[in-house]
Structure formats: structure tokens, C-alpha cells
């Protein structure tokens, strides 16, 4: 039987009491003969610093690397906003993120039928939507130097961020979307402004040329970003996979998240370059903080936390059929009924996270 290595960083606020429901869906897969899965926890963000000084430990970062999946909760909250900067509980999930070279970062935008009245469109437009946004994660303006603000001679200060990518960083992020694409609809829409940045003509350039060379069964569209992000509201299901630069992808996916509903409900991966063994680091987390209004009580929506736990089976443990059980297990709890309170409608009764994490084991 197969072992799986999972390491779990709950985090802080609600992170530990979702991450006590994916636990309850791992033993459940355990159970019915998926596999051995050896779950390790350690401490991230606000938790570590309290325990050890700083966000995360040497140890924790190694046993991250030896894991085939970490299942990250959320960190911070205002019992740690007077730190300093560099031991941030943010920063814990950055040096994760570097250490583990996770360039790629995958946000489906599901919306499952039962909840398409929660979307800021009508229903036709998104029911049944499932697109994927991958982001390249580690290059981009968000890092590229100079990065500065300089006084001028005038006295009048100028601040400068450098969009840099190079060929490499460009044909890795397209070769994830590509494959991902062929495991769905086969389609990939490309998103860059080549119209007004070099960047974008070279990322053009470098998709194509993948495209044409190892890909040419997987329908390719460019697309610019900014009409993008139109379609998206106007068209959603027109996408399959849609990859972008760090900029962009950070847009466009939260737009492409509204689409869905609650931010209790979007999970994440954020995957590393296969090495030689075609093992790759991974890392999955809910896209919502540790949401310090509602840690305590309760009353967090574990789906996000759960829909991660099944990236991490699809992507990283080989356990594609597993994963599209339990998000078919997410869908007929929704359908049934069940909503924690921020996908209730006003007034309406609201179930627990522990009863949300029950419901979907029993659906399973
Ligand atoms: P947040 O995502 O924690 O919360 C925003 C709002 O959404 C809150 O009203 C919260 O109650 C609600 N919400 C979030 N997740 C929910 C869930 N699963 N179920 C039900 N309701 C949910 O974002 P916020 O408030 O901006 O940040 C709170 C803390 O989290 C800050 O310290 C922030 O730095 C940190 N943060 C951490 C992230 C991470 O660990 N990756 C990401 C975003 C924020
Ligand atoms: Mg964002």
C-alpha cells in the first residue's frame, strides 16, 4: 500500500480548525485502502513565533521539502501585527513558498450549482463553472530589481518595480498549464499585454513556441490581460486553464474567485519543478486568511481547507479518482442543503465547521 507523507501546518485563528477537517477526510481515505497517509504537524505563522521566535523553523522547512504534500491552513492575526517585519507570520509562508521553489500557483474557480445564486453574476453564466487560473509565482514585478523609491535631484520622489521573466521562468509556468489543461477541456488561454510590454511579447513568444514544439494537441488562445479580465465576468465558461504572469494572475484570480461565492470556499496548490523522480514540492492552502473575526467560534467554512485536500490527492498523490469523489462529496453536501454562515443566505440556519467536515464524510 502506498505511504503518502503529508506534513500539516495548521497556522493560526481558524487555520487548526479547518485543518481538523482535512484531517477527518485523510483518515477516511486511509481507511477505505487509498494508501497509508502519515501526517506530520508542525507549527507556522503566529504559532511558531510564540513557540520558537520566528515563523517557521529550519526543521519545519525540511520536513516540507521530505513531505509528497503540505496542507497549510492560515496565518497571522493582531496578536502579531507589532512584530518585526522579517519574523512576520507571513513571512513563514514566504520562505516556504522560496525554499520549496513553488513558481506555480493553481486557483480553480469552482462554482458548484447549489451555490450559484451566491455569485455576483446570474446563474447561467456560472453554474457548473471550473476554470483553473495558474499564476507564475516567483518572478514578475513582485520581485524583479530595482525595486526602489529614489529622491530626484527636483526633489520629487519616483518609484520603480521591474517586470523581469526570463525565457526559462516563462516556458516552465506554460509546460504546468499545458499539462494541467490535458488532464480537463485541453484548452489554454494565455494572458499577457504584449500590446504595451516586452514582457508580454516574450511571453508570447515562449508559449507559442512550447505550443507548437511539445503541445500542439492542446487548443491555445492569447488573450490580453485586461480583456481577460472582462470575459471573466462577461463569459466565464468560455476558459479552461487560463496561465499568466504573478501580476496578472493576482488579479485575475481573485475575480475569477467572486465568480464562486465565499472566500470560505477557494482552495489553492502551489506547486515546485518535478525533479528527476518526476517529484515535485507542493503545497496546498484555502485562499482565505486565519480570519481572527470568527477564529474560536466555530463557524469557519472548512470547504476551502477540504477542496485543497483534493488538489493535494489529484496533483501530488497520484489519487485523481480520490480527489473528484470528494469534490463530488462537496457538491452533494452542498446540494443537500448544508451551508456554514457565510454561504447561508441571511436568516437562514447555518451548520459548524465540525458538522461541514462531518457532512462531507458522510457524503463520501
Ligand atoms: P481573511 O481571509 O482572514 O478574512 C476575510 C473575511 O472573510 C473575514 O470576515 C472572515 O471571517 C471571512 N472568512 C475567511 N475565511 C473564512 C472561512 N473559511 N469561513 C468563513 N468565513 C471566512 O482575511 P483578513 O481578514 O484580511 O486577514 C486576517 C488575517 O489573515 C491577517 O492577519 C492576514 O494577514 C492573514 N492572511 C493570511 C493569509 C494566509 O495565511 N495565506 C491570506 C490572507 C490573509
Ligand atoms: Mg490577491
New binding site residues.
Given amino acids: 500500500m502506498a505511504t503518502h507523507k503529508i506534513l500539516l501546518l495548521p ?5 487548526p480548525e ?1 485543518a481538523a477537517e482535512a484531517k477527518k477526510v485523510l483518515k477516511l481515505f486511509e481507511e477505505a485502502g487509498y494508501g497509508s497517509f502519515e501526517t506530520e504537524t508542525d507549527l507556522v ?2 504559532a511558531a513565533i510564540d513557540a520558537h521566535g520566528k515563523p517557521v523553523t529550519d526543521a519545519a522547512v525540511a520536513l516540507a521539502k521530505d513531505a509528497d504534500a503540505v496542507l ?7 496578536k ?2 507589532k512584530v518585526a517585519y522579517e519574523i ?3 513571512a513563514g ?1 514566504l520562505r516556504l513558498r522560496k525554499d520549496l521553489g513553488l513558481f506555480a500557483n493553481l486557483r480553480p474557480a469552482i462554482c458548484y450549482g447549489a451555490l450559484a445564486e451566491a455569485s455576483s453574476l446570474k446563474r447561467d453564466l456560472v453554474e457548473d463553472l471550473d476554470i483553473l487560473i495558474v499564476r507564475e509565482l516567483t518572478g514578475g514585478v513582485y520581485f524583479g530589481e530595482p525595486k526602489e523609491i529614489v529622491t530626484l535631484e527636483s526633489g520629487e520622489k519616483r518609484a520603480v518595480d521591474t517586470q523581469i521573466y526570463t525565457t526559462g521562468e516563462i516556458d516552465r509556468i506554460a509546460r504546468v498549464a499545458f499539462d494541467l489543461a490535458r488532464t480537463r477541456r485541453n484548452k489554454v488561454s494565455s494572458a499577457e499585454k504584449r500590446n504595451v510590454m516586452k514582457s508580454g511579447v516574450l511571453w508570447n513568444q515562449v508559449v507559442t513556441a512550447i505550443h507548437a514544439k511539445d503541445y500542439a494537441d492542446v487548443e491555445l488562445e492569447h488573450v490580453l490581460a485586461d480583456n481577460c479580465a472582462m470575459q471573466l465576468v462577461r463569459k466565464p465558461k468560455q476558459y479552461d486553464v487560463i496561465v499568466c504572469d504573478n501580476l496578472f494572475g493576482d488579479i485575475l484570480s481573485d475575480v475569477a474567485a467572486m465568480l464562486t461565492g ?4 477557494l482552495p489553492s496548490a502551489s506547486l515546485g519543478a518535478p525533479d528527476a523522480a518526476g517529484r515535485r514540492a507542493s503545497l496546498y ?11 474560536g467560534q466555530g ?7 477540504i477542496g485543497s485536500v483534493a488538489m493535494a490527492l489529484r496533483y501530488s498523490l497520484g489519487l485523481g479518482e480520490a480527489a473528484d469523489k470528494l469534490e463530488a462529496a462537496i457538491g452533494s453536501v452542498l446540494a443537500s442543503g448544508a451551508r ?4 447561508a443566505p441571511a436568516g437562514a440556519n447555518a451548520i459548524g ?1 465540525g458538522e461541514m467536515g462531518d457532512a462531507v464524510v458522510a457524503a463520501l
Avoid: C, K, Y
Avoid at 262 to 265: H, I, R
Avoid at 285 to 295: Q, R
Avoid at 299 to 305: G, I, T
Fill in positions: 497556522g493560526d485563528g481558524i487555520g479547518v505563522g503566529g497549510f491552513g492560515a496565518v497571522g492575526g493582531p502579531w501585527d512576520r507570520p507571513e509562508l465565499s472566500l470560505g470556499m492552502e484555502p485562499v482565505h486568511g486565519s480570519a481572527p473575526d470568527i477564529a463557524l469557519a467554512n472548512p470547504l476551502a481547507m456554514t454562515r457565510d454561504i465547521t
